[in-house]
């Protein structure tokens, strides 16, 4: 099991651990960090998966958001979402979208994909973007 936070759409989130994750599945199953209790989450109504280290970060660490910290692991990426936050990294994979310095039209059967940020001290090991909760996409040369 994987420690993880699913944030919703309106801000809302959950703290626990996700067994068994598919980004070709339409929910995601989560045991919360302080219960036994078992939720089953639509994709949709989720804006991400934050795969962590911690499920308390480190107020006063602030997360490095520039390129060259680390050996590049792919594609590096500017993503931002429509709630107006943003993430820099790297994306795991093939593009999902058509080439050109802005990234349009994904493919409707994406649910989402995996970037993985610049910052190696960050708490997030890897994010699940979900595709529906973006607003743009950069692929920085």
């Given at each position: 099991m994987k420690k993880a936070v699913l944030r919703y759409n309106n801000g809302n989130m959950i703290k626990g651990y996700v067994k068994d994750?598919?980004?070709?599945?339409?929910?995601?199953t989560i045991k919360e960090q302080d219960s036994?209790?078992?939720r089953t989450v639509h994709i949709d109504k989720l804006?991400?998966?934050?795969?962590v280290r911690f499920?308390?970060?480190?107020?006063n660490y602030h997360e490095k958001?520039?390129?060259?910290?680390?050996?590049?692991?792919?594609?590096r990426v500017f993503i931002k979402?429509?709630?107006?936050?943003s993430l820099v990294g790297?994306?795991?994979?093939?593009?999902?979208?058509?080439?050109?310095?802005?990234?349009?039209k994904m493919d409707g059967n994406l649910k989402g994909f995996f970037l993985i940020?610049?910052?190696?001290?960050?708490?997030n090991e890897k994010v699940f973007v979900i595709a529906s909760s973006v607003k743009d996409v950069t692929i920085v040369p």
């Amino acid at each position: 099991m994987k420690k993880a936070v699913l944030r919703y759409n309106n801000g809302n989130m959950i703290k626990g651990y996700v067994k068994d994750f598919s980004p070709a599945k339409d929910e995601v199953t989560i045991k919360e960090q302080d219960s036994e209790k078992i939720r089953t989450v639509h994709i949709d109504k989720l804006k991400a998966i934050f795969f962590v280290r911690f499920f308390v970060g480190d107020e006063n660490y602030h997360e490095k958001k520039v390129y060259g910290l680390s050996k590049p692991t792919g594609k590096r990426v500017f993503i931002k979402f429509k709630d107006g936050e943003s993430l820099v990294g790297f994306l795991e994979g093939d593009v999902p979208w058509k080439h050109g310095f802005f990234l349009s039209k994904m493919d409707g059967n994406l649910k989402g994909f995996f970037l993985i940020p610049v910052d190696l001290g960050s708490n997030n090991e890897k994010v699940f973007v979900i595709a529906s909760s973006v607003k743009d996409v950069t692929i920085v040369p």
